[in-house]
């Protein structure tokens, strides 16, 4: 029986794709840090970071403490002071990044669909960024954590791996009490979206154009744009893409 969803955000619900955005992220990025760290070398650090968040496996570790034991000591400028320039940066300048979004209609009526359904939905996004910058997306999305009462939305102040990992997976269904096999995850991408949640057992719908599909994945219960899985939804309901 379904009892969860978990979304994924960007080229999910958000129409937003990372080779565009991520570079586009860290230019603004490093010009707001420029006064305080040279651009080459905060971009080095940050990447060694990120890779300590990807690394983690421990449940006593969020991610965002293992970014910073990662970040803050290879610099050469009070935490504090670095801390509270990324604050202002994603009050002041992350909110610009939204032009190289697209909201995607149908991701509004499928989390109102499935809430009205009395299913937990969780945002499910690789948590490698603040709550500011997920909430942000959110809105840009049109689905806002202020007018949608979501189970979970995953940031890295509060998980303990990325989506690269099925422990990532096993924390959210702890976090929402739902066995795997009465879940659905919904995204994009096969090596994080896909094959992670697949070797927990979650049922998965697979947002692609892709017409071939690998025969890997026995959990795969569809695939298809966003547009193609609301159609699904709207016809058969959601409890056809666990049986």
């Known amino acids: 029986m379904l009892r969860a969803v978990l979304f994924d955000l960007d080229d999910t619900l958000l129409g937003n794709s990372m080779d565009r955005f991520l570079p586009a992220y860290f230019e603004e990025l490093t010009r707001h840090l420029a006064h305080l760290v040279p651009p080459r070398h905060l971009i080095s650090e940050l990447m060694r970071a990120t890779a300590a968040m990807n690394a983690n496996d ?12 990662a970040f803050y000591p290879a610099m050469e400028r009070n935490r504090s ?5 990324f604050q202002q940066f994603y009050a002041e300048e ?5 032009e190289l979004t697209q909201q995607r209609p149908e991701a509004r009526a ?3 669909s499935a809430l009205e359904q009395g299913l937990k939905v969780v945002v499910a996004t690789n948590p490698m960024f603040p709550r500011i910058a997920v909430e942000q997306r959110l809105a840009w999305a049109g689905v806002p954590v202020d007018e949608f009462d979501y189970a979970l939305v995953t940031t890295y102040e509060d ?3 990325t989506k690269s990992s099925p422990l990532y997976y096993r924390e959210i269904l702890d976090r929402v009490n739902v066995g795997a096999e009465d879940a659905l995850m919904v995204g994009d991408d096969w090596d994080m979206d896909v094959v992670p949640a697949s070797v927990v057992g ?3 719908y697979w947002t692609t154009e892709h017409e071939g599909i690998p025969a890997s994945v026995p959990q795969l219960a569809g695939h298809g744009s966003l547009s193609d899985l609301w159609s ?3 016809t058969q309901g959601w409890t056809s893409l666990v049986i």
């Open 202 to 204: 979650l049922h998965i």
């Open 232 to 234: 699904l939804v709207q």
């Open 159 to 161: 998980m303990h791996a």
């Open 94 to 98: 992350f909110p610009k990044l939204e």
């Open 58 to 69: 421990d449940e006593t570790i969020t991610n965002e403490e293992a970014f910073a034991s």
């Open 81 to 85: 002071t670095l801390e509270l320039a």
């Open 110 to 112: 499928l989390v109102s």
